[in-house]
């Protein structure tokens, strides 16, 4: 249990704030490029020489998780899943016939369940997308519960070394809860198939804060974590954000745990893996030491992106489908959220792009020392300081110097290193370099603990 000093750390800091899986925050965009200027900082990247990622967003779920805080569809309806899958073709078509070929250094396939597809459809996306090129690297998302054989061997064959299982919690109770049934052994098939195929890498979602978990649950469902040794674990704390997500409100109704029960949640988790010998990587990451996440996080090279923590990270990222965003290194873009209208401005012969955000070399500075904070869990400080205004640069000393004496950091001149005490808020700590936050309201975020 965490000690009363703990308690008021938590207490003290658990507040609303971004995950910071880009700088600025979604919800801070502004100075959206048009399509010919996105198109422009894609075609400048291309020109440089840098590598490309696709990001693939497939929607479709058949039913809801309550938790959930993904964009998707609930759905049975598989003819819309065809049509889809059209305009996803279609949209990628559309960036090469306006940016010429795109060299791929990997694709991620998320959703929502990419495995909604049937096989077949599955393999149409993929064989379109890649053409006759091997992919490098090829990540997935899936759902243990629809996913068959048949699907993994068309992702095996199509070169899916990483494979992110679904599993949130193996305690029954927990699993009523939020709507999930998925007996153990249903996972235990799926990992022994994928093993049995050479998978290279397998990832297991886990989250904290949800109805019913307990030290004791969290405990239990670690012990057949256990014993299916995945390479990599998320181990997301549940974001609430009902007034968002408006299917999270009947949680609160079974009873969320507190931030404290939450953290001990996390703690216990973090006990056991680290027993097994998982290295905890930046926020929420924690990885065997054979696996490339951990090689890349020894190496000062791991990377944070929409997609959560990677070894692999191009200078450009291109997001197809509804919701999915894109990030050319000078500016982000989303493309538009909803299904039909996603599809219909597609099929117009446009990219789907609602909005984004332009980044100023200010933007860039804090971007890097927030990726240094998150992948590195140290950074120096001294450019970004030098990029801020005197008022700024005054209130992020004074929050540093209180984080000092809380025993969540050391700063040292402009080198700044988060102590073991201080991983918990290492959220807390990027934020008080963001500019954004103190002229909004704070009904946008999760909360940090
Ligand atoms: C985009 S989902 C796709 C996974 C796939 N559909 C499945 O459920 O198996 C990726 C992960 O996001 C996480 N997630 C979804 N909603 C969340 C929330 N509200 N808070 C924290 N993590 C969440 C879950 O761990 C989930 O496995
Ligand atoms: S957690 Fe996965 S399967 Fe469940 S609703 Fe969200 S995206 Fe769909």
Same mark, same amino acid.
């Given at each position: 249990?965490?000690?009363?000093?703990?308690?008021?750390?938590?207490?003290?800091?658990?507040?609303?704030?971004?995950?910071?899986?880009?700088?600025?925050?979604?919800?801070?965009?502004?100075?959206?490029?048009?399509?010919?200027?996105?198109?422009?900082?894609?075609?400048?990247?291309?020109?440089?020489?840098?590598?490309?990622?696709?990001?693939?967003?497939?929607?479709?779920?058949?039913?809801?998780?309550?938790?959930?805080?993904?964009?998707?569809?609930?759905?049975?309806?598989?003819?819309?899943?065809?049509?889809?899958?059209?305009?996803?073709?279609?949209?990628?078509?559309?960036?090469?016939?306006?940016?010429?070929?795109?060299?791929?250094?990997?694709?991620?396939?998320?959703?929502?369940?990419?495995?909604?597809?049937?096989?077949?459809?599955?393999?149409?996306?993929?064989?379109?997308?890649?053409?006759?090129?091997?992919?490098?690297?090829?990540?997935?998302?899936?759902?243990?519960?629809?996913?068959?054989?048949?699907?993994?061997?068309?992702?095996?064959?199509?070169?899916?070394?990483?494979?992110?299982?679904?599993?949130?919690?193996?305690?029954?109770?927990?699993?009523?809860?939020?709507?999930?049934?998925?007996?153990?052994?249903?996972?235990?098939?799926?990992?022994?198939?994928?093993?049995? +195929?050479? /998978?290279? $890498?397998? =990832?297991?979602?886990? @989250? !904290? %804060?949800?109805?019913?978990?307990?030290?004791?649950?969290?405990?239990?469902?670690?012990?057949?974590?256990?014993?299916?040794?995945?390479?990599?674990?998320?181990?997301?704390?549940?974001?609430?954000?009902?007034?968002?997500?408006?299917?999270?409100?009947?949680?609160?109704?079974?009873?969320?745990?507190?931030?404290?029960?939450?953290?001990?949640?996390?703690?216990?988790?973090?006990?056991?893996?680290?027993?097994?010998?998982?290295?905890?990587?930046?926020?929420?990451?924690?990885?065997?030491?054979?696996?490339?996440?951990?090689?890349?996080?020894?190496?000062?090279?791991?990377?944070?992106?929409?997609?959560?923590?990677?070894?692999?990270?191009?200078?450009?990222?291109?997001?197809?489908?509804?919701?999915?965003?894109?990030?050319?290194?000078?500016?982000?873009?989303?493309?538009?959220?909803?299904?039909?209208?996603?599809? +219909?401005? /597609?099929? $117009?012969? =446009?990219?789907?792009? @609602? !909005? %984004?955000?332009?980044?100023?070399?200010?933007?860039?500075?804090?971007?890097?020392?927030?990726?240094?904070?998150?992948?590195?869990?140290?950074?120096?400080?001294?450019?970004?300081?030098?990029?801020?205004?005197?008022?700024?640069?005054?209130?992020?000393?004074?929050?540093?110097?209180?984080?000092?004496?809380?025993?969540?950091?050391?700063?040292?001149?402009?080198?700044?290193?988060?102590?073991?005490?201080?991983?918990?808020?290492?959220?807390?700590?990027?934020?008080?370099?963001?500019?954004?936050?103190?002229?909004?309201?704070?009904?946008?975020?999760?909360?940090?603990?």
């Amino acid at each position: 249990m965490p000690m009363i000093n703990d308690q008021l750390l938590i207490q003290k800091y658990d507040r609303p704030g971004p995950r910071y899986t880009s700088y600025p925050a979604h919800p801070h965009w502004k100075q959206s490029p048009s399509q010919s200027e996105w198109l422009e900082q894609v075609l400048l990247r291309k020109e440089l020489g840098a590598n490309f990622d696709l990001y693939v967003h497939i929607p479709f779920c058949s039913s809801l998780c309550i938790y959930c805080g993904c964009s998707r569809v609930i759905t049975k309806d598989m003819e819309l899943a065809s049509r889809y899958v059209d305009s996803l073709i279609k949209e990628w078509n559309l960036y090469q016939e306006k940016c010429g070929p795109i060299s791929l250094s990997s694709i991620h396939l998320g959703g929502g369940t990419p495995t909604f597809l049937e096989p077949s459809l599955l393999s149409k996306l993929i064989t379109s997308i890649k053409g006759n090129k091997d992919i490098s690297w090829g990540a997935v998302e899936v759902d243990p519960r629809v996913t068959t054989k048949e699907h993994c061997d068309v992702l095996i064959r199509n070169g899916f070394q990483k494979f992110s299982l679904g599993i949130q919690d193996f305690d029954p109770v927990v699993q009523k809860n939020i709507n999930r049934k998925q007996p153990y052994e249903m996972v235990e098939d799926m990992v022994s198939y994928l093993r049995d +195929n050479g /998978v290279e $890498s397998i =990832n297991f979602d886990i @989250i !904290y %804060g949800l109805p019913g978990q307990s030290v004791e649950t969290i405990k239990s469902t670690f012990e057949k974590v256990e014993k299916l040794k995945p390479d990599t674990i998320a181990f997301y704390s549940y974001a609430h954000v009902p007034w968002k997500i408006k299917s999270q409100k009947a949680l609160e109704k079974i009873g969320l745990p507190k931030a404290e029960e939450k953290r001990d949640l996390y703690e216990e988790g973090k006990r056991y893996l680290e027993k097994l010998g998982y290295a905890e990587l930046g926020m929420d990451h924690f990885s065997l030491k054979d696996d490339q996440l951990y090689h890349a996080y020894e190496k000062g090279e791991l990377k944070r992106s929409f997609m959560g923590y990677t070894s692999k990270k191009g200078e450009c990222l291109i997001g197809l489908g509804c919701s999915s965003i894109s990030s050319s290194g000078l500016g982000y873009v989303q493309n538009e959220k909803d299904v039909t209208a996603y599809m +219909n401005t /597609v099929n $117009s012969g =446009n990219l789907p792009l @609602i !909005y %984004g955000h332009t980044m100023s070399q200010q933007d860039k500075m804090i971007d890097q020392t927030i990726q240094d904070l998150m992948c590195q869990g140290k950074t120096d400080l001294e450019r970004v300081l030098n990029s801020l205004d005197d008022n700024h640069v005054n209130n992020i000393r004074n929050t540093y110097n209180e984080m000092m004496s809380d025993g969540l950091l050391n700063l040292e001149k402009s080198n700044l290193e988060i102590l073991e005490k201080g991983k918990p808020f290492v959220r807390n700590i990027c934020m008080a370099l963001d500019p954004n936050l103190k002229i909004k309201s704070e009904n946008q975020f999760s909360r940090t603990i």
